[in-house]
């Protein structure tokens, strides 16, 4: 632990404490913020408070689940001259997301108990979002699905309702490319060997995540997920969102569904104005990254 020493503050439930990890002195380095939404597990970074820039390199350190803190993303929030933030996204391999549902609601999540307001305007790689606090939950507006090979991305001439691949999955863009698999039984289905065979297929110049879904009720899915640049993930938004425009687009479901993923459940209200997507958010613990890990920059 010597180079990713932590001093953090933990909340689970109603326990509360102080964990000191090598160093019980006032600490100096960058404050994160460690949240999950739905088992989907970020750590966020207020850039607006700090000039250090999370590289591809450091990002990897802090996601090394035995050497950092471990996330399924990163998440820096930065000013922006027309929104009310930027945020930027990371994989555990230190590569960039271009979206990221769940990490977005939590940011979301953390700006409105800051600003008093239930209505955000944020920009990501995605483009314009809009986040809304609605009877007690958090929703994001993911934008348009995109369905065109170029706009996904895929390969010249390939088919977006019907790929080329064992299963005949769909290709969905929700910012960043997603494969969906409807499967008889997700929780039966061997998600890393597979995930890992599809991710890199040549059909996806930008590499894919990749979800395996099947129906357990009217409007109802059951859903596993291998994300780009990180592996199995308990959950991921971009994914619920991908997985419920494809299962509408093969007439399995209306465009309002629900989503049980192995962390827990998700909704995605496919719109006239977008993909809405909403579930749990929780804060986990706040920490400060010690000059030993900021050093893996």
Known sequence: MRGAALICTLACGGLSGYIAAMDMRAPSGLPFRKMHGAGNDFVIIDARASAAPVTAALARAIGDRHRGVGFDQLAEIHAHPRADAEIRFRNADGSRAGACGNATRCVASLLMAETGRDRLHLITA???????ARDGAIWVNMGPPLMEAADIPLAPGADPIRLPLPGNPVAV???NPHCVFFVADAAAEDVAARGA????????PEATNVEFASLIGPDHLRLRVWERGTGVTLACGSGACATAVAAHLRGLTGR????????????VDWRD???WLTGPVAHVFDGVLTPGIMACA
């Open 173 to 175: 863009g929700m910012g």
């Open 256 to 267: 309002r569904v629900r989503i049980r993923a192995d962390g827990g459940d998700l909704s």
């Open 197 to 204: 065979a599809v991710e890199h297929d040549p059909l996806f």
């Open 273 to 275: 104005d977008g993909v």
């Open 126 to 132: 995605r483009g314009d979002l809009w986040a809304e």
